[in-house]
């Protein structure tokens, strides 16, 4: 199993000469399986690229789409995805639950005039909507699971499994929302039983600690509380994503001092999502392969 990033920006497309090292593109991560199926999980506007390179024997398999919620930055890449316009295509599109209106509906209000020139219901691709699993479900080789977290409106994170390895992508997430995390039990923190063991996580690093203050309720994370949250769960590899629209890259790798200064060991435990970068999970080890460009260190 093998995820590689395609945009990692949140809130806002940010590119630009100060954003070109990590990119500027929002949440697109795809995530490749050992029995062939892709899986992509959000459809911020990276996707576009995502979507350009797939052909040959990968588009004649169904894909899926696993959405965390339905933020502009995080769904406004399907109406650029290629697949959704290959008459022969089916696409299986995943998002949280809500109370009032079906997924199917709620994507139809965004691909539809004024919002969109095509109406979700002329999209040639075969569509298939399905509620997040909350239950782990078998998609190709791997597992997979949803659980919700804390952001504003619906939002769920995910957790993937196979071959005895383990990706969660958790983009979108205040997890210290009216708590210290230190004070807290396992139980209580919110993602904490998608997180738990895994071997990668993408998580949440929008703000620096004292940015925090004025974004309290906003939905994201301080960098303190990412590495609690990451000491807590006993992760892994921590993969700092959804980057705020206003860091350049100099402020990112600030940030990411911060967050090793915090964490103490290991520094390679710790890094920046970077537009380009793939992460494999082997049977044997985690390995992290930067972008063109990006030093590791």
């Not at 710790?270 to 390995?287: H, Q």
Request: negative net charge; aromatic residues 6%.
């Amino acid at each position: 199993m093998w995820a590689r990033v395609w945009g990692c920006r949140g809130s806002i497309a940010a590119p630009g000469p100060d954003t070109i090292r990590y990119g500027g593109n929002t949440s697109c991560l795809e995530v490749g399986l050992e029995s062939g199926e892709t899986l992509v999980l959000d459809a911020g506007t990276g996707m576009r690229a995502l979507g350009a390179s797939i052909d040959g024997a990968r588009a004649e398999q169904p894909l899926h789409i696993l959405l965390t919620h339905l933020h502009m930055d995080h769904v406004q890449g399907l109406g650029f995805f290629r697949p959704l316009f290959d008459g022969d295509g089916h696409v299986h599109l995943w998002g949280p639950t809500s109370p009032v209106q079906t997924l199917q509906e709620r994507i139809a209000a965004y691909l539809s005039p004024p919002l969109f020139p095509v109406r979700l219901a002329d999209i040639p691709a075969r569509l298939t909507f399905h509620d997040a699993p909350e239950e782990p479900v078998r998609i190709g080789s791997a597992t997979v699971r949803a659980a919700k977290v804390t952001h504003q409106g619906p939002t769920v994170g995910y957790r993937i499994e196979e071959n005895g390895r383990s990706i969660a992508y958790i983009p979108d997430h205040e997890p210290s929302l009216g708590v210290r995390l230190e004070d807290q039990p396992p139980a209580w923190i919110s993602g904490h039983d998608l997180a738990q063991g895994v071997d990668v996580l993408f998580h949440d690093a929008q703000y620096t600690d004292g940015e925090y203050p004025d974004h309290v309720g906003w939905g994201h994370s301080a960098i303190g509380h990412v590495v609690e949250f990451v000491r807590k769960a006993d992760v892994g590899t921590l993969v700092l994503f959804h980057h705020d629209p206003y860091h350049t890259d100099a402020d990112l790798e600030m940030l990411l001092t911060d967050a090793r200064r915090h964490l103490g060991g290991d520094p390679d435990r710790i890094c920046l999502a970077s537009e380009g970068m793939k992460v494999s999970c082997d049977r044997d080890a985690v390995v992290v392969a930067p972008a063109a460009g990006v030093a590791t260190g």
